[in-house]
């Protein structure tokens, strides 16, 4: 029992806490700053000012992730964040394809328990920092709501993933708020006055049927003219949560401080739209369905952007610029929306997209003027039109991991972030270890024994033919089959095309005008087929030569009067293509931007989501394409420029690759990369998924020594990336990995195999 008769005032619980790292947000890009670091040796202290984890993924707010991959809207093929991220999208996959924001909660919760190098501080706000002259933070002070306790966390090195951007505003990092003039970065899409200089925050709602009459009594402070949201007839039961984005608001106002302002505002309008469901006499269908969640805090998108060493404008992204020290990508469109939001006349975004995902640097990841500060997450140093881009939480997520090897990397050295930019060469190698694509950057690991090594399989599948299954898609609009192409000429392709009647078809081979993109904007070869009524067998000879490795387009335009036969067969780095719409990213088939906006004009080209998007029917004359064992060797880990894998044949009934060393080398570590489809976007709620485990994925093999002795036996692999920890080093001059074909008709791949 505890008396105390009291009388004087009394301090709340305090406690230091000392670590080599401290990230303040424990949003999705805090999360992965946090496990990313961690598993680079540093003690981590995460804070987080909420209950859970995962900011705008949270259940407390319920936005999908998204990033590159863009709900497969654009042109951005095999585009999915890698490292963390991908661990965390493709584990919410498998155990929840129906996207339950609370289920989510806890394999983030789990991801970060499961590292004991994090300490993790819930319900604990930032309010202080304390510095050691102008540029440096010493200790950010921080208190727990639930134990009534203010914690010190100390650290050489800091990083802000708060969204606001806290400690970083408090240590007086540079920083801006607002759009930027058109003229100051000579960026054309800067929105005027009137667009307004903000994107707002949203908030949603949830509805489920009780199977019962449930009636509705909206609160007294609820919108009570629906009609004052100029979208208001687009309303229906089926849209919910963050599909419902554009319920947004707070773009005119401080997005900060005036946060609990727009929220009430938000509150007021989704208990309106709710009213008009349920009580307008509208929605009859609406008779039994019940308000079953209402967000309680908004989903914030934009607010402070702070300042590095260099600011990503929006060329950077159009022209996909090129940067020497390139640690990340990004690929969502430039994303603007009205500041009035929900209440504005304009449509609920302006998206527009780039050719193909863009390289992010590395000297927008920390502040200029506070020398142990990283930026990351959403307020990375990047102008108002830039950040329309880098905002979204796939690509804040990537930026964060890229954040974490950094700061592994100067508390190895002993050195500051800006001055990690001399190791940028270490710092891209330890990323693509990690699992994170960079474009253009390759494993060059000299530490990685495979390097060494000579790579042979029981078998390597080459591409001869896509079979027919029998299944027609009729040219309602444009199909594609993409290919990846070597130097010199395409073999020579049959097929056939189903024609209601006589008519033409015109064929082309197209390339994208920029290097590892795909967008088919340049159209190498045309040919025009004359064809007769019924089945009709075609046969192509394309006269270009190719000079290096690269993906080509084979587009037949559209003519609804003509079908083309599919294939089942599923392959690695295989994908087709269609011109449809995409409306859910501003997709309508070609973009075609107002002039005088710094925006190209192209055609989308995009997949279809499984069990559609088939490949055509195809045979070549000579294989298009052989998937070599070496290839897990050649240092990229994705289809980028060629397909990058291993794949077994099909009738291989033991697929097996051997590693091979001239002597013997001590493997301590064993590191396999598989298929998970880079190319589906794996939207973390609400979606849903065709399937929890990617068909490509090599889910059962065993590794053995040379002497056949069994060193791992995996069974159930649905994750992209497995390493290997051997409880005890070997020593061997052979390594076999075993494998099973993931399905009758999609053979076993793998893209990767490091030893160290």
């Known amino acids: 029992m505890i008396l105390n008769e009291g009388g004087s005032s009394r301090d709340l619980f305090s406690e230091q806490i000392d670590a080599d790292l401290v990230i303040v947000g424990g949003g999705v890009s805090g999360v992965c700053c946090a496990v990313t670091a961690a598993r680079e040796g540093l003690k981590v202290v995460l804070v987080q000012d909420r209950p859970v984890l995962g900011g705008n993924a949270s259940s407390e707010v319920r936005l999908w992730i998204l990033g590159a991959t863009s709900h497969m809207g654009n042109n951005n093929r095999w585009a999915r964040e890698g490292g963390v991220i991908d661990e965390l999208l493709v584990e919410n996959t498998y155990r929840n394809p129906e996207g339950n924001p609370v289920i989510f909660d806890y394999i983030l919760l789990e991801k970060i328990t499961e590292e004991k190098n994090i300490r993790l501080f819930l319900n604990t706000a930032v309010y202080e920092v304390e510095k050691e002259g102008a540029d440096t933070i010493k200790a950010v002070k921080g208190i727990c709501s639930q134990n009534q306790t203010e914690y010190t966390f100390k650290a050489p090195l800091f990083c802000d993933a708060s969204g606001d951007g806290v400690i970083a505003f408090l240590s007086g990092a540079s920083f801006r708020m607002g759009a930027e003039s058109r003229e100051e970065f000579n960026e054309k899409f800067a929105p005027s006055k009137e667009y ?35 979208r208001y007839k687009t309303f229906n039961l089926q849209e919910q949560g963050c599909k419902l984005w554009w319920i947004e608001y707070g773009g005119r106002l401080d997005t900060v401080k005036e946060t609990e302002t727009i929220k009430w505002e938000l509150w007021k309008v989704v208990y309106g739209v709710w009213d008009y ?35 990503l404008v929006q060329q950077d992204i159009v022209e996909q610029r090129q940067h020497i020290d390139a640690v990340s990508f990004g690929g969502w469109s430039i994303d603007l929306h009205p500041a009035d939001g929900v209440f504005s006349e304009l449509p609920g975004c302006n998206q527009w997209h780039s050719k193909g995902i863009f390289q992010i640097p590395y000297r927008c990841m920390y502040s200029k003027n506070i020398s142990n500060l990283f930026l990351t997450g959403r307020i ?63 494993n060059e690991d000299t530490g990685d024994l495979v390097q060494q090594a000579t790579v042979t399989a029981s078998s390597e599948y080459s591409l001869s033919t896509l079979p027919e299954s029998g299944k027609l898609y009729p040219l309602q609009t444009g199909i594609a089959q993409l290919i990846p192409v070597s130097p010199g000429k395409l073999p020579l392709m049959r097929f056939h095309l189903e024609a209601m009647g006589k008519t033409e078809l015109p064929v082309h081979l197209a390339v994208c005008s920029r290097k590892a993109s795909y967008t088919p904007d340049l159209i190498v070869e045309e040919k025009l087929l004359q064809l007769e009524p019924g089945r009709n067998c075609i046969e192509l000879e394309w006269q270009t030569v190719f000079t290096e490795n690269q993906y080509a387009f084979i587009i037949f335009r559209k003519n609804e009067s003509v079908s083309a036969y599919l294939s089942g067969t599923r392959l ?126 090599t889910r059962n093999y065993s590794i053995y020594d040379g002497a056949g002795n069994l060193i791992k036996n995996i069974t159930g692999n649905h994750q992209t990336r497995n390493n290997i920890v051997l409880e005890e080093p070997l020593v061997t001059d052979t390594l076999v990995v075993k494998c099973e074909h993931p399905a009758a008709n999609i053979p076993a791949a793998i893209f990767e195999i490091r030893c160290y």
Not at 196 to 206: A, D, K, P, T, V
Not at 284 to 311: H, Q
Not at 414 to 423: D, F, Y
Not at 636 to 641: E, G, S, V
């Open 277 to 311: 469901i349920k009580n307008s006499g509208n929605f009859p269908e609406a008779a039994n369905y019940t308000l079953e969640w209402v967000g309680a805090i908004p989903g914030k998108r934009e607010s402070r952007r702070f300042c590095g060493d260099y600011m």
């Open 572 to 697: 690695t780095g295989l994908l087709s293509l269609f011109q449809a719409e995409n409306k859910a990213v501003s997709n309508t088939g070609v973009q075609t931007p107002p002039e005088d906006i710094g925006v190209d004009a192209f055609e989308f080209w995009t997949p279809r989501r499984r069990p559609a998007g088939e490949n055509m029917a195809i045979n070549f004359s000579q294989p298009l394409f052989t998937y070599r064992a070496d290839n897990i060797k050649n240092g990229y880990a994705r289809p980028y420029l060629a397909a990058n894998a291993w794949v077994a044949a099909l009738n291989d009934v033991d697929p097996q690759l051997v590693i091979k060393w001239n002597k013997a080398v001590t493997v301590n570590n064993i590191q396999l990369t598989f298929d998970t489809d880079m190319d589906h976007p794996m939207e973390s709620v609400l979606m849903g998924h065709p399937e929890n485990i990617m068909p490509f994925c």
């Open 380 to 442: 990375i140093s990047a102008s108002h039109v830039a950040f329309a881009s880098t905002r979204v939480m796939g690509t804040s997520a990537y930026n964060a991991q890229a954040v974490a090897i950094a700061a592994a990397i100067a508390t190895e050295q002993k050195i500051l972030p800006r001055q990690v930019s001399a190791h940028i060469q270490a710092l891209q190698q330890r990323l693509v270890k990690a699992g994170q694509f960079i474009p253009g950057i390759k």
């Open 196 to 230: 307004g200089e903000l994107l707002g925050h949203s908030l949603y709602f949830y509805s489920k049927d009780t199977g019962k009459p449930v009636q509705y009594i909206p609160p007294s402070f609820a919108l009570n003219d629906i009609k004052t949201i100029p």
